[in-house]
C-alpha cells in the first residue's frame, strides 16, 4: 500500500516515515503543503496527515482535497490533542500509527474493490 505523508516538521514525517517502511507501506513522498501533496496524490493509496501545518490548521482542507481528487483514505495526525473533538485523542505511538494506518488500508481496498466495475 502507497503513502503519501504530510507533515512539514522534517523530524516528525521521517519517523512516520520509519515507522511506516517497518509496517510494510511503501512512501510516495513526503509533503509540507497542500501544493505538495496534490502534486504527489495521485501516486498513494492512503496518506496520513499533520492536521495543523506550518499555514495553520490545513490539514482538513489537504484531506478533503485528496479523498476528492484522488479518492485517497485519510488518517489524521496531531501532537496536539487539543485539536481533536472533544479531546478524545491518544498519544501517538508507533503501534497507534500503524493500526490506523492499516485501518485506512484496509478500507481504501475494500472501496477500490466495491467500486469497480462489473461486466455482464
Do not use: C, Q, W
Request: proline share 5%; net charge negative.
Amino acid at each position: 500500500m502507497r503513502l503519501l505523508i504530510v507533515e512539514d516538521e522534517p523530524g516528525i514525517a521521517l519517523v512516520i516515515e520509519d515507522v511506516a517502511i517497518d509496517a510494510g507501506f511503501e512512501i510516495t513522498g513526503i509533503a509540507g503543503n497542500m501544493s505538495e501533496a496534490l502534486e504527489l496524490g495521485s501516486e498513494a493509496d492512503i496518506a496520513i496527515i499533520d492536521v495543523r501545518l506550518g499555514d495553520g490548521l490545513t490539514g482538513p482542507s489537504i484531506a478533503r482535497a485528496l479523498f476528492s481528487g484522488f479518492g485517497l483514505g485519510v488518517v489524521y495526525f496531531t501532537l496536539n490533542p487539543g485539536l481533536i473533538a472533544e479531546g478524545r485523542a491518544k498519544p501517538a505511538s508507533p503501534e497507534r500509527i500503524v493500526d490506523a494506518l492499516s485501518m485506512a488500508a484496509k478500507n481504501a481496498r475494500t472501496h477500490r474493490v466495491a467500486s469497480r466495475p462489473t461486466f455482464h
